[in-house]
């Protein structure tokens, strides 16, 4: 779910919620109080016995910050190597790289 990560829910959206809340419908948007719902929720199907498993991780670099490289470590199971990436956002969230044939291996550098 690209719009997810790429629209965080802001101060706006949670004054706008409190003010339906009290003011209006007497309801909350649950995806403005919890917006880790949407992850939970939402799937991606190509087909009706197609599910697509999707396991997150976060890994972390040494040293951090780092200049002008740094070694990230992992360990994934021969079973999910195929399809495995390693994806590298900056903290406004924006994908800044992607290793996606890292079948075989315990670490990039970047």
Known sequence: MEWHSI?????WEENRNDIIYTDYQGNRNPFIDHPEFADLIWVN????????????????????????????????SRKDAENAKIEIYNIKGQKVKQFSDIRNKTSVIW
């Open 45 to 76: 199907v190509s087909s009706e016995n197609d599910v697509e498993k999707l396991i997150i991780r976060k890994l972390y670099s040494y040293p951090n910050p780092f200049n002008p490289e740094t070694t990230i470590s992992f360990s994934i």
């Open 7 to 11: 629209d965080p829910v802001d101060e």
